[in-house]
C-alpha cells in the first residue's frame, strides 16, 4: 500500500463489505460462502433492529448461559435451534422427498442407540404405567411394495411425561424403547402406551426465553420413529396423537399434517386403543 492511497475503514454503512473482504484466504469455498452470508445477515439484523449496547450484552451472557447449560446429557444449544425453528427448517432443507414418502422431523435429544430387538408385538412399556395401545402398519417403497429388513427404532416418554434417560433410577432402563425388523410382508406391531405430551426441558435459559416470549414449552403426544432399511433413505420422525391439544403450537415446531396417525379404540381384552401407520420410503441412488 503507498502512502496516497485511501485506506477503507470500517464503517457503519460499508460494515458487511469490511468484514467479507478479510476472507479472501479462507481456504474452504463453502465456509467462505457460509461466513460471508452469516455477517451479511447479522449485521443486516442489528440495523434492522437498531441493536442497543445492552440488548446485545443480554444476548451474550444468554448465549454464555446456554453453553454453560451443556454437558454430555444436556444440550441447551439443539433446544435452542429447536425452539426458534431452526433444526425443522435445516431438516427440511436436507430431506426433501418425493410426494408420497414419509416426512422427517427432528430428532430430538432422547434417543439411544442400542435398544433391544424385539420380536414384532413385543410390550415396550416395561414401568406398568399409562393406557396400553397396539402400534402398527406397513414400511412400504413409493411403489406400495412391502420392504423386507427395516429396522423400525421406537422411542417415547412414559405417562409422566419423561423418557426413562431423564429419570435413571425411577423408570427401568429402555422403558418405552426397541427396535423392530419387518418381515418379508413388510408389517411391523408392537405394545405400548398413548403417547402423553410433556414439556421440553424448560429450567435453563431456553424455558426462561420461551417464558419472555409468551410461549409454552409443550410438545404434543408423539411416538418417535426411526425407520432404515438398504437402499433406502432413513426417516427420523414421529407420529402425533391426531386429537392432542398442542398439534399447533409444537414447542419444536416438528408437527406435519402427514405425521398425525388417529387413535382408535383397541381389540377387546388386548390394549385400551391402536394406532395404525404406515411409513413410505424413497429409495436411493
Ligand atoms: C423430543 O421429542 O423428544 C424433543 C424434541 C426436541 C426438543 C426436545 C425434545
Ligand atoms: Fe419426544
Same mark, same amino acid.
Given at each position: ?25 479462507? !481456504?474452504?469455498?463453502?465456509?467462505? *460462502? ?8 447479522? /449485521?443486516?439484523?442489528? =440495523? ?11 444476548? @451474550? ?34 430431506? &426433501?422427498? +418425493? ?8 430428532? %430430538? ?6 435398544? +433391544? ?6 410390550? @415396550? ?19 406400495? =411394495? ?5 429396522? @423400525? ?28 425388523? *419387518?418381515? #418379508? ?18 429450567? %435453563? ?5 420461551? !417464558? !419472555?416470549?409468551? &410461549? /409454552? ?6 411416538? /418417535? ?5 438398504? %437402499?433406502?433413505?432413513?426417516? @427420523?420422525?414421529? *407420529? ?21 396417525? &388417529?387413535?382408535? +379404540?383397541?381389540? #377387546?381384552?388386548?390394549? =385400551?386403543? =391402536? ?11
Amino acid at each position: 500500500m503507498t502512502r496516497t492511497q485511501q485506506i477503507e475503514y470500517f464503517t457503519e454503512e460499508r460494515s458487511v463489505e469490511a468484514v467479507n473482504s478479510r476472507m479472501d484466504q479462507a !481456504a474452504d469455498a463453502r465456509l467462505r *460462502t457460509i461466513m460471508a452470508s452469516l455477517v451479511s445477515h447479522l /449485521h443486516a439484523f442489528a =440495523k434492522d433492529v437498531e441493536l442497543t449496547t445492552a440488548e446485545w450484552g443480554a444476548a @451474550i451472557d444468554f448465549l454464555t448461559r446456554t453453553g454453560q447449560m451443556c454437558d454430555d446429557k444436556r444440550q441447551e444449544f439443539i433446544l435452542l435451534s429447536d425452539t426458534l425453528g431452526f433444526s425443522m427448517l435445516v431438516d427440511a432443507i436436507n430431506h &426433501r422427498r +418425493p410426494s408420497g414418502a414419509t416426512e422427517n422431523t427432528v430428532l %430430538g435429544p432422547f434417543h439411544v442407540e442400542g435398544a +433391544p430387538i424385539y420380536p414384532m408385538g413385543t410390550n @415396550i412399556s416395561l414401568d406398568g404405567k399409562g393406557e396400553s395401545c397396539l402400534f402398527m402398519g406397513r414400511v412400504l417403497d413409493l411403489d406400495g =411394495k412391502p420392504v423386507q429388513g427395516a429396522k @423400525i427404532d421406537v422411542w417415547c416418554d412414559n405417562a409422566d411425561g419423561y423418557y426413562d434417560v431423564q429419570q435413571p433410577g425411577i423408570q427401568p432402563q429402555w422403558n418405552n424403547r426397541g427396535i423392530f425388523v *419387518t418381515g #418379508k410382508d413388510g408389517t411391523y406391531s408392537f405394545r405400548g402406551i398413548r403417547p402423553v405430551s410433556y414439556p421440553i426441558p424448560d429450567d %435453563g435459559p431456553v424455558g426462561q426465553m420461551l !417464558a !419472555a416470549l409468551g &410461549r /409454552h414449552p409443550n410438545r404434543p403426544a408423539h411416538m /418417535h420413529f426411526m425407520v432404515s432399511a438398504e %437402499g433406502f433413505e432413513t426417516v @427420523i420422525t414421529h *407420529t402425533f396423537v391426531n386429537d392432542d391439544e398442542w398439534l399447533a403450537s409444537d414447542a419444536v415446531f416438528g408437527v406435519k399434517a402427514s405425521l398425525l396417525a &388417529r387413535m382408535e +379404540p383397541g381389540e #377387546k381384552h388386548d390394549t =385400551k386403543w =391402536k394406532s395404525n401407520f404406515d411409513f413410505i420410503l424413497n429409495r436411493v441412488g
